[in-house]
Antibody, heavy 121, light 108 residues
């Protein structure tokens, strides 16, 4: 079964850093672009960042640009999100999501179960 | 960025009902419109892509229509497992993709 499994969430103080991971299985990870989407408690979905299949192109929402860095290791079938200078408004469940087809930042057909990030003192 | 709106924000329906949810884009997005279902505590699930294409494994009671700025998700004969929140998402001009605010479907 195609699966994405996030990890790395937790409680962090404002201004702190955190790195999320997303382990992929049962599909050819290196041939699909990947994304991070977040959902603040009780709120809707917000796309955060995307990366091309080879990792050479990256994209960010304005709200995280300059603070978050997306990357991937295709040899390990793993997606990452490095987050620095965290703010209270970054508190959310973070999902990794696979592109359905050849697009980048397009349509997300497989989602992980999510990992919670809480930014609070 | 393209803004997405949905109506209604919530609705109550009974098992067996036909339910229609509307999504509107702030500018024409052709047919670059996707629909997701999310149940409490769970990840979103892709239902419909490219306005009307049914994602593999999704029951045929779900259907999508529309183009340009106005789109509709229809659930024929609502089932107990369909009570959830539904989001539309545009993929016409990205990044960023943008999602609608969601429509919560609950039991009457």
């Amino acid at each position: 079964e195609v699966q994405l499994l996030e990890s790395g969430g937790g409680l962090v103080q404002p201004g702190g850093s955190l790195r999320l991971s997303c382990a992929a299985s049962e599909f050819t990870f290196s041939t699909y672009a990947m994304n991070w989407v977040r959902q603040a408690p009780g709120k809707g979905l917000e796309w955060v960042s995307g990366i091309s299949d080879g990792g050479d192109s990256t994209y960010y929402a304005d709200s995280v640009k300059g603070r978050f860095t997306i990357s991937r290791d295709n040899s390990k079938n793993t997606l990452y999100l490095q987050m620095i200078s965290l703010r209270a408004e970054d508190t959310a469940v973070y999902y990794c999501a696979k592109e359905r087809a050849a697009g980048v930042v397009d349509t997300f057909d497989i989602w992980g179960q999510g990992t919670m990030v809480t930014v609070s003192s | 960025d393209i803004q997405m709106t949905q109506s209604p924000s919530s609705l109550s329906a009974s098992v067996g009902d036909r339910v229609t949810i509307t999504c509107r884009a702030s500018q024409s997005i052709s047919r670059y419109l996707n629909w997701y279902q999310q149940k409490p505590g769970k990840a979103p699930k892709l239902l419909i892509y490219a306005a009307s294409s049914l994602q593999s494994g999704v029951p045929s009671r779900f259907s999508g229509s529309g183009s340009g700025t106005d789109f509709t998700l229809t659930i024929n004969s609502l089932q107990p497992e369909d009570f959830a929140t539904y989001y539309c998402q545009q993929s016409y001009r990205t990044p960023p993709v943008t999602f609608g605010p969601g429509t919560k479907v609950d039991i009457k």
